[in-house]
């Protein structure tokens, strides 16, 4: 099946710095791929729609400048949280929209995940 | 009124049980329609695309009902190996998920 790998599986950095989170797919072309966070205990949270080529869709109450999304290439999308504070200490997970099946439609595959800890 | 609400749980039910969730999605134009699992502190892996016929893949049986706007997920005879939480997500042109049902299967 198709897959889709995130990197870093974890990272910690101070707080003010800023931290990018690749998601890539590697045997399919995404063409959309859609960035999440969850907090323990808490369910998914979409964050961010990434279109290539074009600017990122954001939700409601996700700052576009505080994480910025890049999405330069067919398979990789990126996510940077910049000036980072504790309290966006995170799972960040990324996914991409596979190839299309016929009966279907588009499956979604999710990167591995990445543990953000800000200190 | 969100797009897709489940039961968030927790169901706690003993080994051999049969059990079932319900996913509730409010956009009628929505093309298609999957369960997700997710274990503790990983990424939420695909189970089953949800047919409209149905469709059942050993003990889990996915259906889907388009006129009331639901889908469901049902595991009989469940195991230890069960317990995870179950995301419904659902494609209306953006995926969207529900929060997630929590399964605790128990000896």
């Known amino acids: 099946g198709a897959v889709v790998s995130q990197h870093p599986s974890r990272v910690i950095c101070k707080s003010g710095t800023s931290v990018k989170i690749e998601c890539r797919s590697l045997?399919?072309?995404?063409?959309?791929m859609f960035w999440y966070r969850q907090f323990p205990k808490q369910s998914l949270m979409l964050m961010a729609t990434?279109?290539?080529?074009?600017?990122?869709?954001?939700e409601q109450g996700v700052e576009k400048d505080k994480f910025l999304i890049n999405h330069a290439s067919l398979t990789l999308s990126t996510l940077t949280v910049t000036s980072a504070h504790p309290e966006d200490s995170s799972f960040y997970i990324c996914?991409?929209?596979?190839?299309?099946?016929?009966?279907?439609?588009?499956?979604?595959?999710f990167g591995e995940g990445s543990w953000l800890t800000v200190v | 009124r969100k797009e897709v609400e489940q039961d968030p749980g927790p169901f706690n039910v003993p080994e051999g049980a049969t059990v079932a969730f319900n996913c509730t999605y409010s956009?009628?134009?929505?093309?298609?329609f999957f369960w997700y699992r997710q274990d503790c502190r990983k990424e939420p892996k695909l189970l089953m695309s949800?047919?409209?016929s149905g469709n059942e893949d050993g003990r889990f049986t996915a259906q889907l009902n388009r006129a009331s706007q639901y889908i469901s997920l049902l595991i009989r005879d469940s195991k230890l190996s069960d317990s995870a939480t179950y995301l419904c997500?659902?494609?209306?042109?953006?995926?969207?998920f529900g929060a997630g049902t929590r399964l605790t299967v128990k000896p």
């Open positions: 956009n009628s134009a929505s093309q298609s």
């Open positions: 949800v047919y409209s």
């Open positions: 045997d399919f072309q995404a063409t959309t």
């Open positions: 990434s279109n290539e080529g074009s600017k990122a869709t954001y």
């Open positions: 996914s991409a929209r596979g190839p299309r099946d016929r009966a279907a439609g588009n499956t979604i595959y």
């Open positions: 997500v659902v494609n209306e042109g953006d995926m969207r």
